[in-house]
């Protein structure tokens, strides 16, 4: 394998025990303090939230809607790690990467160790703010329009290696591009800090996860027959797109339970083109690894005009 960079993978492998949340237990749980007047997740990331239908509520409920904006994110991340990416890594540990090759096998094998663990930190953040925020009614949430697409591709398809293999081009999106979003939460300074240093800590290990990927996922594609390289080349764009796709499920379904007057009028104003604001995934880095994959061409999609109309999509995962 040419253009794979080991020597990043092993400085990667070697600096685990110092770099990853999952060594630093005690300073994930003393860090940041429950502020109660702080909001549990950014208004900033709410698209409709300066729409008069939610202004004119009393503050809190404008409260519980921020309470389960963040209960809700932090469902769907464990939804995408226990769903998504854990299944494509203990794949790809299991049938693709090479087992003689302990480099890659240990990289992988870590990064399944971190992402564990981030299903239960964010876990635990939903029942932090559960009990701080009194919240004791339950709400049913809508899975992330990602998973659907996933989950829709994942029926059409035969061969137990594409529906694999399929969920591998859907988590190495994920791995690749979540740190924009996770960037945005853990530089947010009105939220909680509490829940500002979750992402804070997630972020510091997908940051290692994306510059990992970007090597193995060359090893892996490599690795794969003509026929699967074709598959994976024509799946690819299907996740790119679903990653960037409008989400407001989970927005509607919070504010149809919290009983907001006029929840799917609100929805639906915010759903107008242009009047979103910020980046939430960053597609450099993917563009990269299918640069070096020489298959850019052949990607059914155009990065800097699908990145540009992404620009602005509100993201929960
Ligand atoms: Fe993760
Ligand atoms: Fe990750």
Redesign the pocket.
């Known amino acids: 394998m040419t253009n794979v960079n080991t020597a990043l993978i092993a400085q990667l492998n070697n600096a685990w025990p110092r770099r990853a949340t999952v060594c630093d237990m005690e300073r994930f749980r003393v860090e940041g303090e429950f502020d109660a007047k702080r909001p549990d997740y950014p208004v900033a990331l709410v698209p409709f939230f300066e729409h008069e239908g939610i202004q004119r509520l009393d503050e809190p409920l404008k409260r519980q809607i921020l309470s389960w904006g963040w209960i809700g994110y932090n469902r769907r991340t464990v939804a995408a790690e226990d769903h998504v ?1 854990n299944p494509a890594l203990n794949y790809l540990a299991s049938e693709i990467l090479p087992d003689d090759d302990w480099i890659f096998t240990e990289s992988i094998r870590q ?1 399944l160790i ?2 564990h663990y981030h299903t239960l930190m964010h876990l635990n953040a939903i029942q932090r703010t559960r009990h701080q925020r009194q919240i004791d009614i339950d709400m049913d949430l809508p899975m992330s329009i990602t998973y659907l697409e996933l989950e829709k591709l994942k029926q059409q398809l035969v061969e137990p290696w594409e529906k694999q293999l399929a969920a591998v081009a859907f988590a190495t999106v994920a ?1 690749i591009s979540v740190n924009a979003f996770l960037d945005i939460l853990a530089d947010d300074e009105t939220i909680q800090p509490q829940n500002s240093s979750v992402a804070k800590l997630h972020n510091r ?2 940051y290692a ?1 994306s510059k990992m990927l970007g090597e193995i996922g060359k090893v892996v594609f490599h690795r794969l027959t003509p026929k699967q390289k074709a598959f994976f080349v024509a799946t690819l764009p299907l996740a790119l797109r679903a990653f960037v796709a409008q989400d407001f499920s989970m927005w509607e379904a919070i504010l149809r339970q919290l009983k907001v007057p006029n929840a799917a009028g609100i929805i639906r104003d915010c759903q107008q083109p242009g009047k979103e604001t910020a980046l939430t995934r960053d597609y450099s880095g993917l563009h990269r690894l299918a640069d070096e994959l020489g298959i850019l061409g052949e990607l059914d999609f155009n990065f800097d005009g699908d990145r540009a109309s992404a620009a602005g999509m509100q993201r929960t995962n």
């Open positions: 990416v990064t971190d992402e791995e290990d997908e996860h």
